[in-house]
């Protein structure tokens, strides 16, 4: 299983689970390489193997060596990729750059898009399994945060044409939409912020990555799921 983001802190979460659960795990960066060794350090210690691949996903050439690489050193092709790349900058609609904009769609749509193309070109005669994360914020918004809204609600309509498309062949694509955690990307969240999510939630409490990444393993294991956006949250619209 290759975890694309695996050194943040929920594609760590994810990259552990699947070792326990006895994949060998690719685990992706492209800036945190430490975290990358940290995380696969965990998952020897749970008793698989993990090797580290690094690589700017934004870019077609770049996703398609680190499906390669994870090839040459696993020697053989994922059969399943979670990818769990992604990030946002708060930005009112108005004070949002040209620049700002497209970084964000980049990382949050391109980034997954030339993950999944790679991908599948692998799995035409395998077939194989796609995990993307998608975001609360993709479906009911996101204020403050309209690149990242948007850059994710396109992550729908990319991931069920990639099911129409591959389906025949065997592939399947689902998007897995996790809770607001306090890890990553959430450690940088203001109290208020971490008030209005917990609020939001029917239980009255932020997510937890460890249990998320369980959740998105019964995904992967999941054979006769595919087109679909599943929700690991306890917040509702």
């Known amino acids: ?84 790349v992604g990030g946002a900058k708060d930005e009112p609609v108005l004070r949002t750059s040209e620049d700002s904009f497209t ?12 993950l999944l193309q790679a991908a599948c ?21 996101r204020t403050g945060g309209a690149a990242y809204a948007a850059g994710k609600a396109g992550l729908v309509g990319l991931m069920r044409s990639v099911a129409r498309e591959f389906g025949w062949r065997g592939v399947r694509v689902n998007i897995v939409v996790p809770p607001f955690v306090r890890q990553g990307m959430g450690a940088a969240a203001s109290d208020e912020f971490v008030r209005a999510e917990t609020s939001r939630s029917l239980l009255g409490r932020t997510g937890d990555a460890e249990s ?21 949250d306890s917040r509702i619209a």
């Open 103 to 114: 970084s964000s769609v980049e990382l949050n749509l391109t980034a997954p898009t030339w």
């Open 121 to 141: 070109n692998r799995w035409a005669e395998c077939g194989g399994h796609a995990v993307v994360l998608g975001s609360f914020a993709g479906s009911v918004g």
């Open 1 to 84: 299983m290759l975890v694309a983001g695996g050194s943040g802190a929920l594609g760590g979460a994810i990259a552990r689970a699947a070792a326990r659960r006895g994949y060998v795990v690719g685990v992706h960066y492209y800036r945190h390489r430490e975290r990358a060794n940290e995380t696969a350090s965990a998952c020897a210690a749970a008793g698989g193997r993990a090797v580290v691949v690094q690589g700017d996903l934004r870019l077609r050439n770049e996703a398609r060596r680190v499906l390669e690489d994870f090839e040459d050193a696993c020697g053989g092709v994922p059969r399943a990729v979670v990818c769990a």
């Open 212 to 232: 998320f990444a369980a959740f998105v393993m019964d995904v992967v294991a999941a054979k006769g799921i595919t087109g679909q956006v599943i929700s690991g």
